[in-house]
């Protein structure tokens, strides 16, 4: 039990299909990230949200659509994706934003785009 | 990218004790230096933060010396299930003071019996 729960843990999804991954705290924390981990590459930030405002957006094409309802609760909206965008995403959260707060991930979603 | 270097690989025995090391010669003077532990299909866990000296928890030792150029997690007596990728992170460039974002490539820890 991590406290960050994430799911679904796999989703099958063809290049027309919308789909939303869903990621919870149980934490109070109050930052939320989203990660994508292609296989054998780093990790690769796409999102930060802080107090339920997004705060950071690496580029992230627009297919991908984060929402943060709450601070408990971290949303990615997927539409039109490509087979490339297949990988494991991962939502973290932190205490804060402070250096001296680590990020606490749940287990991910395994996306794969046919 | 990242701020760190470290071994992109690393082969140990069962039962010994494993130190890996990070080379952060940029670290910043509020800079924390925190390791997290990664296995396959798994979110990154936190393992071990400290700003100098030596921190110890239940899991691990993190030495920091007093440049903190470097710092260098120790793993006392591995077991098969330390198998994983470990990762070394301090404060990002660009974001002023807040908790370093930025993975690079880590650590890949492999445990023989």
């Known amino acids: 039990e991590t406290g960050v729960t994430q799911t679904p843990r796999h989703l099958v999804m063809g290049m027309t299909n919308k789909k939303s991954l869903k990621c919870e705290q149980h934490l109070g924390h109050n930052a939320m990230y989203w990660y994508k981990q292609s296989a054998k590459k780093p990790l690769e930030l796409m999102f930060v949200?802080?107090?339920?405002?997004?705060?950071e957006n690496n580029s992230v094409p627009s297919r991908f659509s984060p929402e943060c309802p709450n601070s408990s609760h971290l949303f990615l909206h997927l539409h039109t994706l490509q087979p490339e965008d297949s990988a494991l995403y991962l939502c973290?959260?932190?205490?804060?934003?402070?250096?001296?707060?680590?990020?606490?991930f749940g287990n991910g979603t395994r996306l794969t785009v046919t | 990218l990242a701020k760190t270097t470290q071994p992109i690989s690393m082969d140990s025995y069962e039962g010994q004790e494993v130190n890996i090391t990070c080379s952060h010669n940029?670290?910043?003077?509020?800079?924390?230096i925190t390791w997290y532990q990664q296995f396959p299909s798994q979110g990154p866990r936190f393992i071990i933060q400290?700003?100098?000296t030596k921190v110890t928890n239940e899991v691990a030792s993190l030495f920091i010396p007093a440049d903190r150029k470097s710092s260098t997690l120790s793993l006392p007596r591995v077991s098969l299930s330390d198998t994983a990728v470990y990762y070394c992170l301090v404060g990002d460039d660009d974001r002023g003071g807040n908790t370093p974002l930025v993975f690079g490539k880590g650590t890949r820890l492999s445990v023989i019996a």
């Open positions: 400290g700003y100098k």
């Open positions: 973290a959260s932190s205490q804060s934003q402070g250096r001296e707060s680590p990020l606490h």
């Open positions: 940029n670290i910043a003077t509020n800079d924390y």
């Open positions: 949200y802080s107090l339920e405002e997004r705060v």
